[in-house]
């Protein structure tokens, strides 16, 4: 069993800053990637910003230069944060946390979604 859990989203005003987290945790073997997606209404899901257990990173141009996406691997629980800059309207989402994760039993890499955070971001 593997869970994620986010913190971090509220209401912002144009301009403004906030930081996504999102801790892993349960029987985890090994992590592929993590990252965040998300979804604004009538949209369908996007990736927002992705890093590897390499340290690849890639963003969605509309965020380049905004978002900052980091990883802490700390005593072997994985905490990824997503720092948004300069924040817009239309940035305006549920954000998702999303890792590729195998498990200790099967060691097969599958999807682990979090519950999602609301962005608001608005005068």
């Known amino acids: 069993q593997v869970h994620l859990v986010e913190s971090g989203g509220g209401l912002v005003q144009p301009g403004g800053s906030l930081r996504l987290s999102c801790a892993a945790s349960g029987s985890i073997f090994s992590i592929s990637a993590m990252g965040w997606y998300r979804q604004a209404p009538g949209k369908p899901r996007e990736l927002v910003a992705l890093i590897t257990s390499g340290d690849s990173i890639n963003y969605a141009d509309s965020v380049k230069g905004r978002f900052t996406i980091s990883i802490s691997r700390d005593n072997a629980k994985n905490t990824v944060y997503l720092q948004m800059n300069s924040l817009k309207p239309e940035d305006t989402a549920v954000y998702h946390c999303?890792?590729?994760?195998?498990?200790?039993?099967?060691?097969?890499?599958?999807?682990?979604w979090g519950q999602g955070t609301l962005v608001t971001v608005s005068s």
């Open positions: 999303n890792a590729l994760i195998s498990v200790v039993a099967s060691r097969i890499p599958t999807n682990a």
